[in-house]
């Protein structure tokens, strides 16, 4: 007797967990740097440690993870009918290189006052595009690269200006010929289309639904504005060495919001020939 009702706790044991992974699916890389793609069921309230994750009308929830995330971060999920499911993710940890940068003019490593004043208000527009929300899906199509060229440049790089520590490097940086296309990693609404910042130079920020936008900076010859709509694939400007720049490239970002993803993780290695799509949410690690 006492066999068969230890059995069957650990047999209801057992189809609760499933019963809660079924209502709860997770899928992506599990890495500081990932992006996650989830399902669960519409009303429900999501959790990802202190910070309250969005739910769509059809269940569906993104999320990622900074370069500096925590090795365990918590997901907590309250369901409609109050069933309450935790998760533990294990979050891989990484080692980034040191990468040196000489050659800058020094009003690009040490700015003025003046510029410093500058740097801030473009600051400002740039949080606010990313802070963009739209219940759009079209990430969900996948992304691909904008442009084709030898990577001199890798996410989460330390980065030591003129020998001076500065901000680790939260792109790709994909080098090419001045006047190289650059296209649209995938389908979205631009939110932010400017020629001249001070850092980034001419810049392009496309939100693709969910908080998830890409970012395009030191381009040159915008052929794109704020409120367009693009698909993806579409040309919106130029390969360019515009802003803090040594020579033409491409500086290509993935954000969540204010949170920024390694484009690698997520689209995958820069193919040889033809163009492939890294698709967003279809990955084998499953949580």
């Given at each position: 007797?006492?066999?068969?009702?230890?059995?069957?706790?650990?047999?209801?044991?057992?189809?609760?967990?499933?019963?809660?992974?079924?209502?709860?699916?997770?899928?992506?890389?599990?890495?500081?740097g990932g992006l996650i793609q989830g399902h669960t069921e519409?009303?429900?309230?999501?959790?990802?440690?202190?910070?309250?994750?969005?739910?769509?009308?059809?269940?569906?929830?993104?999320?990622?993870?900074?370069?500096?995330?925590?090795?365990?971060?918590?997901?907590?999920?309250?369901?409609?009918?109050?069933?309450?499911?935790?998760?533990?993710?294990?979050?891989?940890?990484?080692?980034?290189?040191?990468?040196?940068?000489?050659?800058?003019?020094?009003?690009?490593?040490?700015?003025?006052?003046?510029?410093?004043?500058?740097?801030?208000?473009?600051?400002?527009?740039?949080?606010?595009?990313?802070?963009?929300?739209s219940a759009d899906t079209n990430f969900a199509d996948g992304?691909?690269?904008?442009?084709?060229?030898?990577?001199?440049?890798?996410?989460?790089?330390?980065?030591?200006?003129?020998?001076?520590?500065?901000?680790?490097?939260?792109?790709?940086?994909?080098?090419?010929?001045?006047?190289?296309?650059?296209?649209?990693?995938?389908?979205?609404?631009?939110?932010?289309?400017?020629?001249?910042?001070?850092?980034?130079?001419?810049?392009?920020?496309?939100?693709?639904?969910?908080?998830?936008?890409?970012?395009?900076?030191?381009?040159?010859?915008?052929?794109?504005?704020?409120?367009?709509?693009?698909?993806?694939?579409?040309?919106?400007?130029?390969?360019?060495?515009?802003?803090?720049?040594?020579?033409?490239?491409?500086?290509?970002?993935?954000?969540?919001?204010?949170?920024?993803?390694?484009?690698?993780?997520?689209?995958?290695?820069?193919?040889?020939?033809?163009?492939?799509?890294?698709?967003?949410?279809?990955?084998?690690?499953?949580?």
């Amino acid at each position: 007797m006492i066999r068969l009702f230890s059995l069957s706790v650990l047999l209801a044991s057992v189809i609760g967990a499933a019963a809660a992974a079924e209502r709860l699916r997770l899928e992506g890389k599990f890495s500081q740097g990932g992006l996650i793609q989830g399902h669960t069921e519409p009303g429900t309230r999501l959790f990802l440690g202190n910070r309250q994750i969005r739910v769509d009308g059809n269940g569906r929830f993104v999320f990622g993870f900074g370069r500096n995330a925590e090795k365990i971060v918590r997901l907590v999920a309250e369901f409609p009918n109050g069933a309450r499911n935790e998760r533990a993710l294990n979050v891989a940890q990484r080692k980034y290189r040191i990468q040196r940068i000489n050659g800058l003019p020094r009003k690009m490593v040490t700015p003025s006052k003046s510029a410093l004043k500058r740097i801030r208000t473009e600051g400002a527009a740039i949080r606010a595009a990313r802070a963009t929300f739209s219940a759009d899906t079209n990430f969900a199509d996948g992304f691909i690269w904008p442009a084709r060229g030898r990577i001199s440049g890798v996410y989460g790089s330390q980065r030591i200006l003129n020998g001076e520590p500065r901000r680790p490097h939260l792109g790709v940086d994909i080098a090419a010929p001045s006047g190289t296309p650059v296209i649209a990693a995938a389908t979205g609404v631009v939110t932010l289309a400017e020629p001249d910042l001070y850092f980034t130079g001419g810049t392009v920020i496309i939100h693709h639904g969910h908080g998830l936008s890409t970012v395009y900076s030191h381009l040159i010859s915008l052929s794109v504005k704020k409120g367009d709509k693009v698909d993806k694939g579409q040309r919106i400007a130029k390969v360019g060495s515009t802003g803090r720049s040594t020579g033409p490239h491409l500086d290509w970002r993935i954000n969540w919001f204010q949170e920024r993803l390694d484009p690698m993780l997520i689209v995958g290695p820069m193919p040889k020939n033809r163009p492939q799509s890294g698709r967003v949410g279809f990955f084998p690690q499953r949580r």
